[in-house]
């Protein structure tokens, strides 16, 4: 009988030394499935999350490549507009040019038209002889091709008189003028036996150019009380040619 309640009794604690080893491992395995529960679990609220932030960048780039398509639309607009503008500032710039080119030769032909009257006069007040010829814009060609225009002449007694006419005068224009009454015989032979005087006319000349010219011999008019008067100094007298 002691026997058997010996066995038993090794009996219970082997089964309760395995009930015990059941009961560690079920709660470690109960422990290992809660933490790979929570792990999937947390995955899951991540790729949630992941995908909440993949569709709002989704919506950002939609709107994002509208904006940009708005953007290229406005561009193409402003290029447009930048070529509208760029022609009608050529065309602008083009009128300019042409207002300025008529208006320089409106002025041209305005101090003509206040040159030509007055030369009869100057020349009748000045030298006390009479105009017998006056010819403007005289053009003249050679049978070597050579040409060449002087805006006035004006013939009265022994001499002739020749005027050019500017808007506005410098020395470098004085010089060329020179030039071109040196060469007035060589076109004009009619004239060998003519004294020949230069007349410079312009709208306004400062006083230091006026020294110059009248070092140069010639008469200077500008506009003054009578259409055009001499501007030269008091007892001037012109060089003849």
Do not use: H
Not at 106 to 114: P, Q
């Amino acid at each position: 009988m002691a026997i058997v309640e010996e066995k038993v009794g090794k009996l219970e604690e082997v089964l309760s030394a395995f009930i015990k080893s059941v009961d560690m491992e079920f709660g470690r395995v109960a422990v290992e499935f809660t933490k790979l529960y929570d792990s999937q679990r947390q995955t899951e609220a991540e790729m949630r999350a992941f995908k909440d932030e993949m569709r709002a960048f989704k919506d950002e780039m939609g709107v994002f490549k509208d904006e940009m398509r708005a953007f290229k639309d406005e561009m193409r607009a402003f290029k447009d507009e930048m070529r509208v503008f760029k022609d009608e500032m050529r065309a602008s710039k083009d009128e300019m040019n042409k207002k300025w080119g008529e208006m320089a030769n409106k002025m041209g032909t305005i101090t003509e038209d206040l040159t030509a009257p007055s030369i009869p006069r100057i020349i009748q007040e000045e030298f006390g002889i009479e105009v017998s010829d006056l010819m403007i814009r005289r053009k003249k060609k050679l049978s070597d091709g050579r040409r060449k225009e002087y805006d006035c002449l004006a013939v009265a007694g022994d001499y002739v008189f020749v005027n050019s006419t500017k808007s506005s005068l410098d020395t470098r224009y004085v010089n060329e003028f020179i030039k071109d009454i040196q060469g007035f015989k060589g076109f004009f032979p009619e004239y060998k036996e003519n004294k020949l005087i230069g007349i410079l006319a312009t709208l306004y000349v400062d006083e230091s150019l006026i020294k110059y010219i009248e070092k140069k011999g010639l008469i200077i008019l500008a506009i003054g009380d009578e259409l055009m008067d001499v501007k030269n100094r008091k007892g001037f007298k012109p060089k003849e040619w």
